[in-house]
């Protein structure tokens, strides 16, 4: 019956539904949600299910037959019957592909930020006031007499404030930096500043998606009451703050406003200081001024800490995926089993032994779970691009670059086939428990 349904069947559907998915992943987000995103995920996984009856029929008709019996019998169960193969591979695709895409994604964005941190963090010391933003400060006077510590070999500082680019949309940071053209890691193109053009400003991702800036357009910011003329020099990536980020030259943003205090400073330590010499005296010169003083592995290491804390319920999804994609695997392959008990009740009184009936459908789930778990690989990976590229892109305006986990997918691949010869094994165990004459009795 299957060879006659065989027929009947298209593979336009999967196809059509595999571009549809390509196609979406290109569109726009409405109204800043990445709505076409997620159609996108969802053509590719139902495209990617539905392809598996003839991926199947493709691949196990091109694997040469083994010389051990139950093997043979596996392999030509497996290509008379491409659809109940089918029933067991969509369990494993649609679970392992769901895993393996979010497990790419997540491991994407923690080696991004850490890449990020590392870039970003260049000093040897870091400090700030105790309250975070343009709230509180420290006066010039006592930034400049910091720069004058003997531990210090140079000191850079930063001021943050805050501008309403758009009234419809939260505020914009304005960071006011000492060689602000170094902070952050760039990306993409850079404008050549040329000599007439207004000062320099660098854009983050955020606002290059949500604004439409672009480097080498001019721009008017509001700052001190007054539209200042600036000019794109480039964009970068800021991982800290969602909403944008314009980054000026301090000595720019002072000309501009006369503001001259700041939040935040970076200290790169003279020949021969520690860290621990600079803090206390640091400590000794702001007297009673609380400050948050961290040296750059401390930081990293509370960022990271935090990132993996946001995600933890993600780490607990893949695991409950992998649970899910075996329990569909066992229901599919049990049922089937259950289906085939007269057949295992002939090759019986053939001469087949329990024992090889045994090998012969442990053989069926792992070259199952093997297909599955390749097949679900490759339509996670597709799936991540989109989760990477298009959704967090659009969702938090967050670039990123692409750090598949190769360790953690092979061992999560080898354990779905290892689990699926087992399932399939203590299936077939039940199946054959009882008599030969009692299998076949219904066809005679």
């Known amino acids: 019956e299957q060879a006659m349904l065989a027929r009947a069947s298209s593979a336009w559907p999967p196809a059509l539904l595999i571009i549809a998915g390509a196609l979406l992943a290109t569109l726009a987000p409405v109204r800043g949600l990445p709505l076409f995103g997620y159609a996108s995920i969802a053509c590719l996984l139902l495209g990617s299910v539905a392809w598996m009856p003839r991926l199947s029929t493709f691949v196990f008709a091109r694997v040469p037959l083994p010389r051990a019996a139950p093997g043979t019998l596996a392999l030509a169960q497996l290509r008379g019957a491409p659809g109940q193969a089918a029933v067991s591979l969509a369990a494993i695709v649609a679970s392992f592909s769901l895993m393996a895409a979010m497990a790419i994604m997540v491991s994407s964005f923690r080696v991004s930020v850490d890449d990020w941190l590392s870039a970003v963090l260049p ?109 794109v020099a480039g964009v970068f990536r800021d991982y800290a703050r969602q909403h944008g980020a314009l980054l000026v030259e301090r000595a720019d943003y002072v ?64 695991a409950l995926a992998v649970v899910v994609g075996l329990f569909g695997l066992s229901s599919s392959i049990g049922a089937i089993v259950l289906a085939r008990r007269r057949e295992f009740g002939v090759l019986r009184h053939l001469g087949v032994t329990r024992s090889q009936i045994g090998s012969m459908l442990a053989c069926e789930g792992g ?36 750090h598949p986990p190769y360790a953690l997918l092979a061992a999560l691949g080898g354990i779905v086939v290892v689990l699926g010869i087992a399932t399939a094994f203590f299936s077939g165990r039940e199946a054959t428990s009882q008599a030969a004459i009692r299998s076949v009795k219904d066809d005679w």
């Open 367 to 402: 070259l199952l779970s093997l297909l599955g778990t390749l097949a679900g690989l490759l339509c996670g990976t597709a799936i991540s691009l989109v989760l990477v590229y298009v959704v967090n892109r659009q969702s938090f305006n967050w670039g990123m670059s692409l």
């Open 255 to 318: 000309a501009l406003t006369g503001d001259r205090r700041v939040n935040d400073g970076a200290i790169w330590l003279a020949s021969g200081a520690s860290a621990v010499e600079a803090m206390q005296a640091l400590r000794s010169l702001t007297g009673t001024r609380e400050l948050e003083i961290s040296v750059p592995a401390a930081i990293r290491e509370q960022s990271l800490r935090v990132f993996d804390r946001s995600f933890a319920v993600t780490y607990a999804m893949e």
């Open 123 to 231: 000093a040897d010391l870091y400090f700030r006031t105790a309250a975070s933003g343009d709230t509180a400060y420290l006066e010039p006077a006592l930034a400049e007499t910091i720069r004058t510590l003997p531990q210090a070999a140079r000191v850079d500082f930063l001021r943050v404030n805050r501008v309403q680019l758009d009234p419809r949309r939260p505020p914009v940071a304005v960071i006011a930096r000492d060689r602000a053209a170094r902070a952050f890691p760039p990306v993409g193109r850079a404008y050549a500043v040329r000599p007439g053009d207004p000062p320099p400003m660098w854009i983050s991702e955020a606002v290059l998606d949500v604004y439409g800036w672009r480097p080498g357009q001019a721009v008017r910011v509001p700052l001190a009451g007054a539209e200042r003329e600036f000019v």
